[in-house]
């Protein structure tokens, strides 16, 4: 069985700031491992993933997210946020199965 | 840009009521996937399908049931709407080779009463 965790339910940083999203995972295999945001009243929207290779990996808006095999951790980073970057952020894993389970989100909130 | 459309986008029904709520994804794609958002909970997986006549069963399927009748068409099926399926429902699709990137619809707000 695969789980995620989040363990911020809320973050809140000013504009500016930089940020970092936890998300930390099990999984006994081949894991994919990816972000996604929601804005308030959409769907979600892909921001990156990881298979394999570079553990750093980029994404848009300036977003990127590092692998740990041995923290069993995926964590999303931004070096300086802006305001439009408020939203729910989902960390997700998958395997071979094509089935992905998502983590209950983090909130952000960006303050001016 | 995949295109994955939910209809209705909201829909209010009472106890027992039967209810359907559909998905239509017009890239192609393999994979249809049905989550339910809840407060607390996140996304959960209800259903989902590799293809048209296929159904694997998610990590919360009770109380649902789910067809594939075409590539493009995922329907997701309440036959007796309880109140604990008050829900946001999402749909979802990826392709066969980037199955980890879900192109998701708007949402269905059901409100079971």
């Known amino acids: 069985t695969q789980t995620v965790s989040q363990s911020d339910a809320h973050v809140t940083v000013f504009e500016g700031d930089s940020v970092e999203l936890r998300c930390n995972y099990s999984?006994?295999?081949?894991?994919?491992l990816s972000w996604y945001i929601q804005h308030h009243g959409h769907g979600l929207q892909f921001l990156l993933k990881y298979y394999s290779g570079n553990p750093v990996v980029q994404g848009v808006n300036g977003f990127e997210a590092e692998f740990s095999k041995s923290d069993s951790s995926f964590h999303l980073r931004k070096a300086s946020v802006h305001w439009s970057d408020s939203a729910v952020y989902f960390c997700a894993a998958g395997g071979s199965n094509a089935k992905l389970t998502f983590g209950k989100g983090t909130k952000l909130s960006v303050k001016s | 840009e995949a295109a994955v459309t939910q209809s209705p986008r909201n829909k209010v029904t009472v106890t027992g009521g039967n209810v359907t709520l559909s998905c239509r994804q017009t890239?192609?794609?393999?994979?249809m996937y049905w989550y339910r958002q809840d407060t607390g909970h996140g996304l959960r997986l209800i259903h989902y399908s590799y293809g048209a006549g296929n159904l694997q069963i998610g990590d919360v399927p009770d109380g649902y049931k789910a067809t594939r009748t075409t590539q493009e068409d995922f329907f997701l099926l309440l036959e007796l709407a309880s109140p604990s399926q008050t829900s946001l429902y999402f749909c979802a699709s990826s392709d066969l080779g980037s199955q980890n990137t879900l192109y998701f619809g708007a949402g269905t707000r059901l409100s079971v009463l």
């Open positions: 890239n192609s794609h393999n994979y």
């Open positions: 999984y006994g295999g081949s894991i994919y």
